[in-house]
């Protein structure tokens, strides 16, 4: 059946175009019923036995939950117990459209076979789509669609022989719409009173939701934050210039303050200051708020002070901290929420000192998070676990938001729950890889087969060799180096050529680009590809034929290119070594074998390659990075020790270095509007500050107008017997650079890479664990004619939103393996007892400093003072960025800060 609708449109240039919008009806729409004789469904999904304990509902049922109760109930939907829900498709359709999580949560709900959700064409079911009536709005059509769809579900189910007391349960958050139900004869229920009737699962009531009635109720008191505009006015207001729009980033050192990355063009890089709980105004870490910015006489600069929350008086803070300085910024208010960054959050349940309480507060693992208050019956069971809380909303009279929660991970400071954790945290995708992505794996045994041969460069014969960490198994690159008959020399980089096997478009495809990137945790990888490609047919292993893509220079002595080629190969590695080994292999003068000579050719060149490099301005900067010597049983950390840099692990940095310059030259020369490229951009002059005043501190200079000056300066500021001093500062140089991105040629104008002094960058050296580098392969085998090309490949557009997923997958990345270093440093030292060991101050703040411990990697806050002790007296110097330290009479122990 066929149902359309014409009307007729003004378009911009004043004519009037007539559209037609057709809508197909069918009868042949399975139920999805197990019990159902009427419909010819081979694998129905909804059990015959669908019985769940409940005192209201003591037969077997279906559930029909409305867009409501997905939208805001999806952690009740996801739990085990619910089984046999029927998901209309009215209701995927709305929660599409308002929360992009919610609708891949349920989807996934969807797909898992145990669950029995089922999903219904309700909008093309003849006897279930409705028409919109007159004055009828969007949502109320939509909820009488639902309606209609559970009354038809419970007729057609009655009619089957065997379904005997089966019944349809409509669930819904809306009195109005639970009502109408009733009248039209459904059995409908609010979601809060069946899930509290369920006698086996009492738990599920923690996970409930709470409507905004509910969280008045539990808040009540005095009003503690301004409204919220509505977004029209917020709109209106960003239109005429009355408001900014932009990402609200918490200061997880300071709970009274925040700053406001404005969008929009012509605003890249402002930033607006946000100080004070009610300037804050209950926006959560990486939301999109609409900011008003205050008069400049009421600017403020950012607060010196380490401040958390610990129900300490907010408003005496927030007084202590309006002081004025030199280093005003702008500042101002949010005055509305433009969208909410809510997810769920890890953390830990502090119990409520009042007995029989169910109102607990939750903590955050990031402390970017405010606390969360939580109704729950089980606090003595959590505390001292690790669990997920989801926030409900943030009323104006609760000083925090008030949530619910989801699940328990395990106990605190056991190894797999924090490492679920910080997986959680830092949104690092680790399910084990679906049936569906490793379909599209080569069948084993694979092998390299004569067309292979046939359209690749046969380098077999090459003293080809890695050099990798120790314990490495994903091993992406191979080099080599000859000397050829005219003098020159013949360099060659080979990476893994990981797009034969994963190709455009199917599962395997999708999932990568979605991972992005392989994450390294302490002992432990989460591969962006299945095992097969990653440490087998991939891998560039010693002593196997492997398919590979290589770019290869002919060099003079000077390391200057004579010519570039590049082309898709087959090699065999001579020599899987680590840096140590490659390394006694160029320092053993005894050692002239073909692997020998083409490592320390390989070195001799990388020396010149790197002095170029440094001579046009390229930084070489530091951070405190330790490495982890593992229990072989227990995996747990028995030794730990900075890392060491040796000559091979520069060599091997260079190549790779001049590889991604050279195939980024390439791609962009033959696909200027769709090259996948790197830049790193220049910091703001203001980034540099403490850097500037930390040099300037021990009268050294630090020039910062160009990466060039940046550098020069670094090398020129040395103290005589403080030599760490230097690293010191290369270390607060990393902290002030801007984070390296992806990006699409045709949406940017600007490529240069800061650090690096290249014009022109991207990554082609990792595909094995980068999505990033499996695209430019792909360009780059287009731009060679060893492959062909796809739209996608093509479309700036879609390659602009790749590279958002990679730059956001990488930034993750980056985080978790932090917090898995962190972790372990801390289980390291749980039974060390107490250690005396040399630190350096790093920052200093208004009441704290920040200390490394170089050793260690270690970095904590101290505070100057313990909460009901005296400390001493503070006399700090913002423009030095420095503390006076005036200890009262008598002294008790002082601590030695010498540097």
């Known amino acids: 059946m066929l149902k359309s609708k014409t009307f007729v449109k003004k378009t911009r240039s004043g004519g009037v175009l007539k559209i037609v919008r057709e809508h197909y009806l069918r009868d042949d729409i399975w139920c999805g019923s197990e019990v159902c004789t009427e419909c010819k469904d081979d694998s129905p999904v909804l059990q015959r036995d669908a019985f769940i304990q409940s005192r209201l509902c003591t037969y077997p049922h279906y559930l029909i939950p409305d867009t409501n109760v997905v939208l805001h109930q999806i952690d009740i939907l996801e739990d085990p117990v619910m089984r046999n829900v029927v998901i209309l498709q009215t209701v995927l359709q709305e929660v599409r459209h308002r929360s992009a999580p919610v609708y891949k949560r349920i989807k996934d709900a969807i797909h898992e076979k145990e669950k029995h959700f089922y999903t219904f064409t309700n909008e093309h079911h003849r006897e279930t789509f409705v028409e919109r009536e007159q004055g009828e ?148 870490h990486q939301d999109i708020v609409a900011v008003e910015l205050f008069p400049r006489e009421r600017w403020a600069a950012p607060s010196a002070a380490v401040l958390e929350d610990d129900h300490a008086n907010d408003e005496d803070a927030e007084e202590e901290e309006a002081e004025k300085t030199s280093m005003l910024k702008p ?96 949104d690092v995708p680790h399910q084990p890889f679906s049936k569906a992505v490793l379909s599209f794996l080569p069948r084993m045994p694979w092998a390299i087969t004569e067309e292979d041969l046939k359209v690749r460069a046969d380098l077999r014969h090459l003293c080809v060799c890695s050099v990798d960490p120790p314990g490495c198994t994903d091993i992406d690159d191979a080099l080599h180096c000859r000397e050829l008959d005219n003098g020159n020399l013949e360099v060659g980089v080979h990476i ?24 390294y945790l302490c002992g432990k990888r989460i591969d962006m590809v299945p095992e097969l490609l990653s440490s087998d047919l991939c891998s560039l292993r010693s002593n196997v034929d492997r398919l590979a893509f290589s770019c290869v220079w002919e060099m003079n002595r000077n390391a200057e290119i004579i010519r570039t080629h590049f082309t898709k190969s087959v090699i065999n590695s001579k020599a899987s070594l680590t840096y140590a080994e490659a390394q006694m292999r160029i320092d053993d003068a005894t050692m002239n074998d073909d692997i020998t000579n083409s490592l320390r050719g390989l070195n001799a060149l990388a020396k010149i390659l790197k002095g170029r490099r ?269 503390v006076s330290v005036a200890w009262p009479e008598p002294a008790a122990k002082k601590p030695k800060l010498d540097r």
């Not at 507060?361 to 970017?368: E, I, V, Y």
């Not at 893994?496 to 990137?517: K, M, W, Y």
Request: hydrophobic share 40%; with cysteine.
């Open 137 to 284: 709005s969007a949502n109320d059509r939509n909820d009488r669609a639902i309606r209609v769809a559970a009354l038809w579900y419970n007729q057609h189910l009655r009619k089957a022989p065997c379904a005997g007391e089966l019944r349809v349960v409509l669930l819904t958050n809306d009195q109005a719409n639970k009502e109408k139900a009733t009248e039209d004869g459904l059995l409908a229920y609010r979601c809060e009173e069946y899930i509290k009737s369920l006698i086996g699962n009492p738990e599920l009531v923690d996970r409930l939701a709470l409507t905004s009635n509910e969280q008045n109720e539990i808040t009540g008191g005095r009003v503690l934050f301004p409204e919220h505009l509505p977004l029209s006015r917020i709109q209106t207001g960003i239109k005429n210039g009355t408001f900014l729009q932009g990402t609200f980033r918490a200061n997880r050192d300071n709970y009274l303050e925040a700053t406001v990355f404005v969008h929009g063009e012509g605003e890249d890089g402002t930033e607006v200051l946000l100080q004070g709980l009610q300037n804050l105004n209950r926006a959560v």
């Open 331 to 426: 500042t101002g208010r949010v005055v509305g929420i433009i969208k909410r960054n809510w997810r769920p959050f890890c953390g830990m349940l502090t119990q409520s000192q009042i007995k029989e309480a169910t109102r607990h507060l939750f903590t955050p693992a990031d402390r970017h998070i405010p606390r969360i208050r939580i109704e729950t019956r089980q606090a003595s069971a959590l505390v001292g676990h690790r669990i997920i809380v989801a926030i409900d909303g943030w009323p104006r009279n609760s000083r925090y938001p008030n949530g619910h929660f989801v699940r328990n991970l395990g106990g605190a400071g056991d190894k797999e729950t924090e490492t679920e954790v910080l997986l959680l945290e830092h």
């Open 496 to 519: 893994a050529d990981v797009s034969h096997f994963i190709r455009p478009g199917n599962a395997l495809d999708q999932e990568a680009a979605n991972r992005g990137t392989t994450v």
């Open 614 to 882: 440094i001579e046009k301005g390229a930084l070489t900067l530091s951070s405190p990075e330790v490495r982890f010597h593992m229990d072989s049983e227990t995996h747990d950390p028995i030794d730990l020790q900075t890392k060491e840099l040796k000559d091979t692990n520069s060599m091997v940095e260079e190549f790779m270095l001049l590889a991604n310059i050279s195939v980024a030259q390439k791609i962009y020369e033959e696909f200027s509007e769709c090259a996948l490229l790197r830049k790193h951009p220049a910091p703001p002059l203001s980034n540099y500050d403490i850097l500037v005043k930390a040099a300037k501190s021990r009268d050294l200079e630090i020039h910062t107008d160009s990466a060039k000056a940046l550098a020069d300066s670094l090398n020129a500021a040395v103290l005589g017997g403080f030599p760490y001093f230097n690293t010191l500062l290369r270390i607060l140089a990393t902290r002030c650079m801007m984070q390296a991105i992806y990006f699409c040629s045709g949406m940017d104008s600007d490529f240069r890479h800061y650090g690096l002094a290249s014009p022109i960058y991207t990554h082609f050296t990792s595909p094995i664990r980068r999505y990033s580098d499996i695209i430019v392969h792909r360009l780059l085998a287009v731009a060679i004619n060893a492959d062909g090309t796809y739209p996608d490949l093509m479309d700036k557009h879609k390659q602009s939103t790749l590279c958002n997923n990679l730059n956001y997958r990488h930034k993750m990345a980056q985080y978790a393996q932090r917090a898995s270093v962190a972790f372990h440093t801390q289980l390291f030292f749980k039974n060390k007892g107490i250690l005396n060991e040399e630190g350096f101050i790093l920052f200093v703040r208004k009441n704290a400093i920040i200390i490394l411990i170089a050793k260690f990697g270690l970095e904590g806050t101290v505070f100057f003072k313990n909460k009901g002790k005296p400390g001493p007296k503070l006399s700090f110097d913002s423009e030095i960025a420095g």
